[in-house]
């Protein structure tokens, strides 16, 4: 354990500032969870599972020679068409089941995934070379690379244009109507199975664009999925569903958190912190409801 | 009565028997013990109260440290001996191997015991799917800490106390083969002694509404907490045999193996019948056997299968064999059934 952080400000700033970039990130695969568990209420624990394929698929796009940012428009529409296979599949049968069904069946799915792209892509740490360079901040007291800004900019322009999209578009209001009352949506001919269908696609993209973002920023593995369903449904749980500005700053601040994590605790315990956290947010909020529980008693 | 008695005293027989009959499989059958162990404790939670735990690994993965930190830590400085990576430089006689394994697996069990009732207190208050994730996020948590600690042999692991060299070559397989059936037998001497108290019923109660049983003047929370203590007691002693037994143990891929052990016990529990006394002992049997079996088939495919086999058992096998077995044979399972009921309800489907 070592106190660089507050001996020198300047890491301190950079702590900061990769937190939020890591943090928006974040949040955009946390506003894919809360769409699906708003609308469908499942809990996805393949959620970080799609996030590394799609990843994959922007690191590939990088061996054959196309440059890793087309990964963005590429791997959502790959990752929508596996999304609404996996919701075909698997997902429309737990839908109306009980959570820990939909939990554990994500969580075979899970494994599924993990192992399949461990075969197919090997065990390799890789992240894909975008090229952008980086900017030096402060007398080049803090590094900035260049792709951690390009990221952050393209998931608040998703992230932006998916709640345009909510909001205006036919499909986005079905949603939503589903999201609110699915019989009452049933009733009025909203097509629930293709809303769901839908629902599952779109997170799998948002997942999608987020992997690609993270093969070009960070590195992938096929084993890293775990962490990033965790931080989503950490995000999600923070904010509160449907609640978007929430959503972001939450991610900015888990970002963050990580970030001093790294630098306090070493690196080696930086997983562990995030899971550590979960179970404290949870912890926090039983005593605070239960706490409310007692007003009403 | 004396049907369970014949059954009983059959399954002993063939317990104690076993090792002599087939000598090869003694490794196979200490396995299949530890497994039935940690789907019986798993089923306390996840079948008769309700709380589906993926945390159990915690208790499990930290018996297996336990018991070999204390068995090292007795005799030799425990830093050197994990530094030393399993290197012969420090020798346990056999009576130096035996007092600490013993000490070992008490304090391996004590200690789970403790911190369930811990962290119970924080977390077991959390419903449904908020406790199915906390408890994920235990497992994995203490699998990234510990293998981040130096003293427990940090990421390259820890090598436990080889076996002394006494008795012969099968006694290593004899001694783990024995510990684990004892170990067995215990669990589910004391499995059953609980579930036929008023302390099943309560567990159902918490399972079927909480909070109704908490308006009925049961305090849920202590029995939740004795109930998950009761597994961490079990699932400490397993994890410290399963120790012993492997040799070898890291901090993700054989203590908190939440990848393997963590969701085999879960699936097991599942695929025999949750709730139910002899549905885990059965999952654990069918499920070790197929694995056994098949599991060499499949070429590195192991996980891809195992995968696939969570989600077609969880979507259309969730009641488990059990399960099965009830929807059929009502009868053997003490259910009258009223034959004009059950015709009304086959009209209706």
Known sequence: ?297 | MSKNILLYSAILIFGLIAPFVFPAFKVQLSILCVLIVLATTWNIQGGEMGYNTFGNILFYGLGMYLCASVQVGMFFPLAEWTESGGEKTFVHTPAQFFQGMAVGLVVAAVVPTIVAGLIGYAILGLRGHYFAICTLGLGVAAGEISGGIEIIGAGQGFTTPPFPEVGGLEARGEFFYFLSFGALILTFVAVRAIYSTRFRLILNAIRDNEDKAEAMGIETMKYKIIGWMVSAFFCGLAGGIMGGLVGYIDSTDVAFDGREMGVFMVLMAILGGKGTLWGPVIGATVFHIFKEGFWTFFLGWQYVALGVLIVVIVIYFPEGIMGWLREKYPEKFGEVIDEKDRKAQVELK
């Open chain 1, 1 to 297: 354990m070592d106190f660089m952080v507050f001996q020198y400000p300047m890491i301190t700033v950079q702590a900061c500032l990769d937190g939020l970039l890591l943090g928006i990130l974040f949040a955009l695969i946390a506003y894919g969870m809360a769409l699906q568990w708003g609308v469908m209420n499942i809990i996805n624990i393949a959620q970080g599972d799609l996030v590394i394929l799609g990843g994959y698929i922007a690191y590939f796009m990088y061996l054959y020679g196309i440059h890793p940012a087309w990964g963005v428009i590429v791997s959502p529409i790959i990752m929508y068409f596996i999304g609404v296979g996996i919701y075909k599949l698997v997902i429309n049968k737990v839908v109306d089941r009980d959570l820990f069904i939909s939990i554990l069946a994500t969580f075979g799915i899970s494994i599924l995934f993990m192992q399949l792209m461990n075969f197919a892509f090997g065990a390799d740490v890789v992240l894909a070379n975008s090229g952008y360079g980086t900017t030096m901040l402060f007398d080049n007291n803090v590094t900035l690379p260049n792709s951690k800004i390009f990221s952050a900019v393209i998931s608040i322009v998703f992230a932006i244009g998916l709640v345009i999209y909510m909001k205006k578009s036919k499909l986005g209001r079905a949603i939503r109507a589903t999201a609110q009352n699915s019989r009452a949506a049933k009733i009025l001919g909203v097509d629930t199975e293709k809303v769901y269908a839908a629902t599952f696609g779109i997170n799998a993209a948002l997942c999608g664009v987020a992997g690609a973002l993270i093969s070009i920023t960070f590195t992938i593995h096929p084993y890293m999925g775990l962490p990033y369903t965790i931080r989503s449904f950490m995000i999600v749980i923070v904010a509160g569903l449907g609640n978007l500005p929430g959503v972001a700053m939450s991610g900015m601040g888990l970002g963050v958190f990580e970030e001093f994590a790294d630098y306090i605790l070493g690196t080696e315990f930086r997983i562990g912190a995030v899971f550590l956290l979960l179970v404290l947010i949870l912890v926090y909020r039983r005593f605070k409801l239960s706490r409310k529980r007692e007003y009403l008693k």
